[in-house]
């Protein structure tokens, strides 16, 4: 064998070893680019897997997002496009509306209150008490009533079904009938509207008399005394001394008093709870004093004070210088306070004269001078009347309820009040 063969020969051989330890190399490397194959298709599968679930659940959640809010948007327009997308609609708009509507609910009620506040019911005036004779031509006038902030409407005047007199112009100002040809006492009621729709009521009292007993009827009551003990004393005449004498209302020897309620009605003599008294011998409507801590309770004291120099004697006297609840303490304080409540429907109340407290005067009554039936509450002292001494501008008329008597006190002094109207 020829060296170049042997050479040929080991050549060969030398590259079949080195081919097949190559193809050892491409084969283990084979396997572990196999191996590494493998990973990288199970990461890239577990990554396309991860990447196609988490875009397949992208996509399925934005799907069924897309699909919900699609379906939702679509279920809004066909609510907005149907009949029963109005509702929607509506219920966004009653929403809207609903702010608006409150916001002018609230501005309207608040309009409507302040209004209500600023309307005043009419003012009502008659010619509250008159005393007539029988057959005579009767006037109830109610012309002067007026209305603080708009016009009277309306006029009708009304009576208890079992009065029965014959009115000619019951629906204007003034109304017209003729007395009864008998004796008796009348009440006749005027309600008056205003423009607003307020209305108002006020009473007239008619004592319809025979000739004999007119005088009677419009003098001061009796002393309230009926025993005697000497010939031709007080209690053996008068009022008081007339056993068949006929009453409207009831009360002790010759008074006659009937209860009123709040709104100015006439109660019978067994009710309880009342506000007013009317005299209906005198016609004379008194205030009712109460014990209740409030405007009208007995414990209240005033001064005397007016600023109408017609009846203040030039001296106006002092001004809010008792102890009171509810007013100035001083006569006028209270008196408007009075008028401004609208006691018993009226407001026309005053300051009573020194006679006219006498007129309610019961002499009969120790240390209590008044008939308690129909005038509870009343304190066993003084009450200030409207009668100025005329001998010294300082001075007042008062009038004792222990013993009946009267003296003048200064005006800085304070005493009870009891309000009067005289109906006129």
């Not at 008068?238 to 309620?261: P, Q, T």
Request: charged fraction near 20%; glycine fraction near 8%; include cysteine.
């Amino acid at each position: 064998m020829q060296p170049s063969s042997l050479i040929r020969i080991l050549f060969l051989i030398s590259i079949f070893v080195l081919t097949a330890c190559g193809d050892d190399s491409q084969t283990g490397a084979q396997g572990d680019g196999l191996t590494d194959t493998a990973s990288d298709v199970l990461v890239e599968t577990a990554t396309e897997t991860a990447t196609e679930t988490a875009t397949e659940t992208a996509t399925e959640t934005t799907t069924e997002t897309t699909t919900e809010t699609t379906t939702e948007s679509t279920t809004e327009i066909k609510t907005d496009t149907n009949s029963e997308t109005e509702t929607s609609s509506q219920t966004y708009t009653q929403s809207e509306t609903g702010t608006e509507t409150e916001t002018e609910t609230e501005t309207e009620t608040e309009t409507e209150s302040v209004e209500a506040l600023e309307k005043q019911p009419p003012n009502v005036r008659v010619n509250g008490y008159q005393v007539v004779q029988i057959l005579s031509h009767v006037a109830l006038v109610g012309s002067d009533s007026f209305d603080p902030d708009g016009n009277i409407v309306s006029y009708v005047w009304s009576q208890p079904d079992d009065q029965q007199i014959v009115l000619t112009g019951g629906e204007q100002a003034v109304a017209n009938f003729t007395a009864p040809d008998a004796r008796g006492f009348y009440v006749f009621t005027l309600t008056v509207m205003d423009d607003d729709g307020l209305s108002a009521s006020s009473q007239v009292w008619v004592n319809v008399c025979d000739l004999n007993d007119c005088e009677e009827f419009a003098t001061l009551n009796d002393t309230g005394i009926t025993a005697f003990s000497i010939v031709g004393e007080d209690g053996q005449t008068g009022r008081d001394a007339n056993s068949s004498l006929v009453k409207v209302g009831a009360g002790k020897a010759g008074f006659d008093f009937s209860k009123i309620d709040v709104n100015g009605n006439v109660l019978p003599a067994e009710a309880t709870t009342w506000a007013c008294v009317i005299d209906n011998h005198t016609g004379l409507m008194w205030e009712m004093k109460t014990n209740d801590a409030g405007l009208q309770d007995n414990g209240n004291s005033y001064t005397w004070y007016s600023t109408d120099n017609t009846n203040n004697n030039g001296d106006a006297g002092t001004a809010n210088g008792g102890t009171c609840v509810g007013s100035d303490c001083d006569t006028q304080g209270y008196v408007d306070a009075i008028n401004a409540q609208g006691l018993c429907g009226f407001s026309d109340w005053v300051l009573p004269g020194r006679d006219q407290l006498h007129s309610i005067v019961d002499y009969s009554n120790l240390n209590r001078s008044i008939d308690t039936d129909y005038f509870p509450n009343t304190i066993e002292g003084y009450y200030w009347s409207s009668s100025p001494k005329a001998s010294n501008t300082a001075y007042v008329w008062r009038v004792d309820f222990k013993y009946g008597y009267d003296n003048s006190s200064t005006k800085s002094y304070a005493w009870s009040v009891r309000l009067v109207r005289i109906g006129q």
